[in-house]
């Protein structure tokens, strides 16, 4: 029989046979239902070898595989619920449609007149009633992927899915995936404690470099070995700077290959008094790591500098306010140099008579430090050269201290991952209920709806 040939989107046609949960069917009939003026989905009426009944239904390319139910299996929990199998089917939305077009085969005859759909979901199974002015009649239903169809029916081509399907399922299992990730991470505190237990950190190079046994040239260290996996190097630095710098230049040399792994670090340390306040940046040491290093035998190559001395080391009489803050030195032409050691602020003068009488902030702070003390006198009854040269020395960095340490066993990637698996379920948790907030969108009865 056919009323109208259905020909848009039908991709099954009379007599094709496929295979859906073992069971082999035929399409004996096609029904094209339409909903107001432009809303069609199709109906593919099967048959099985002892002529049982099932239904695809598809609309927007999306397929629902669907079998009659009696009545006798439900039971109604409200007008907008319904139990079967124990489990509860919510109500999802009543449509109003008649046949646009059938073709096939059918063993009833057909109602033209306007029928009424109620649906009913649990996540990817429906309920489907279909009531009529001669009968009301019952489906149970599931989604059905398009590539099943495919394969069942040996189609090449299908619809695109468009939207959300009724009963379509999100994109992936969410249950599965948290226990993967639970499993995932488990493994990987296993493999974590093993390595914690089974290696240690150890510091595999330690010396003192003076910074004149380097100037200007290298120095090349002893070789030392790593043995394991990759793991990074942590490189501590530490230099006595004092409102002054040190650089240190770190050539790390693989002996087997010949790569060479190049660092540079600044060692940088500031104080001082400013508007009532004292201030202070920088440090005393520097830490970084060098990452990625692989087993095998290693040596440094070693270059320093830093800042030279403000002091002069021609100062033949020396002195140091009490306090430490400001430094008076006389050379033997008479010069008289002056530093503020919070700053590092200095400056010459001819002799005392122009230091006292200047104006600026240096002759400012030598006054308000030493108040009516005969300079001269503790510039003469002071420090000598060599005592000055030794206070000098002690102030300024004369070497860095070099600590290398190999880390095999790190926390920090152990955490990045375990980190990086609960943003994933976050973001998965959020994406399925966004995804079935869309899904109950032209559903009037939405579980999402806002109040």
């Known amino acids: 029989m056919v009323v109208k040939k259905p020909v848009e989107n039908v991709v099954l046609d009379i007599g094709r046979k496929g295979i859906i949960n073992d069971t082999e069917y035929s399409v004996v009939g096609i029904i094209v239902r339409k909903y107001g003026s432009s809303i069609y989905w199709r109906e593919y009426y099967l048959k099985d070898e002892k002529r049982n009944d099932a239904f695809l239904s598809e609309s927007n390319g999306h397929w629902v595989f669907l079998l009659p139910l009696a009545k006798e299996n439900l039971r109604t929990k409200s007008s907008k619920q319904i139990f079967r199998d124990q489990k509860t089917y919510r109500w999802y939305e009543t449509t109003q449609c008649y046949i646009d077009a059938a073709a096939g085969f059918f063993e009833d005859a057909l109602n033209f ?23 009301t009649e019952y489906f149970v239903g599931n989604h059905v992927s398009k590539h099943t169809i495919k394969r069942a029916f040996k189609i090449p081509h299908l619809p695109n899915y468009s939207g959300i399907g009724i009963v379509q399922p999100f994109y992936f299992n969410l249950k599965q995936a948290i226990n993967i990730l639970c499993i995932v991470a488990l493994l990987i505190c296993l493999l974590q404690l093993y390595v914690y237990t089974s290696r240690s950190n150890y510091t595999v190079f330690e010396q003192t470099v003076k910074f004149e046994d380097v100037k200007n040239k290298e120095m090349v260290s002893k070789s030392f070995s790593l043995s394991g996996g990759s793991a990074p190097l942590k490189v501590n630095l530490h230099s006595a700077v004092d409102n002054s710098w040190a650089n240190v230049q770190l050539s790390l040399v693989n002996e087997n290959t010949n790569e060479v792994v190049y660092t540079s670090k600044d060692i940088e340390e500031y104080h001082g008094y400013e508007d009532g306040e004292n201030w202070s940046e920088g440090s005393t040491s520097e830490e970084f790591n060098l990452c990625g290093i692989s087993s095998g035998k290693y040596h440094f190559v070693i270059s320093a500098e830093k800042q030279e001395s403000i002091l002069t080391s021609t100062a033949s009489n020396y002195y140091t306010s009490a306090d430490g803050g400001v430094s008076l030195s006389r050379e033997a032409s008479g010069i008289i140099n002056v530093v503020n050691n919070n700053t590092r602020e200095s400056a010459s003068f001819g002799d005392l008579n122009t230091l006292r009488k200047d104006q600026s902030d240096i002759g400012e702070l030598v006054r308000r430090t030493f108040g009516n003390q005969n300079l001269d006198s503790l510039l003469s009854l002071n420090t000598t050269l060599s005592e000055a040269s030794r206070n000098i020395e002690n102030r300024d960095n004369s070497s860095v201290d070099i600590k290398v340490t190999w880390l095999p066993v790190s926390f920090w990637n152990f955490g990045i991952v375990l980190t990086l698996m609960i943003i994933f379920f976050i973001i998965c948790y959020w994406g399925r209920h966004l995804f079935n907030v869309s899904k109950w969108s032209d559903s009037s009865n939405s579980p999402y709806m806002q109040s």
């Open 113 to 135: 007149n306007l029928a009424t759909y109620k649906e009913y979901v649990n996540g990817t199974e429906m309920i489907s009633q279909e009531q009529s002015v001669s009968a």
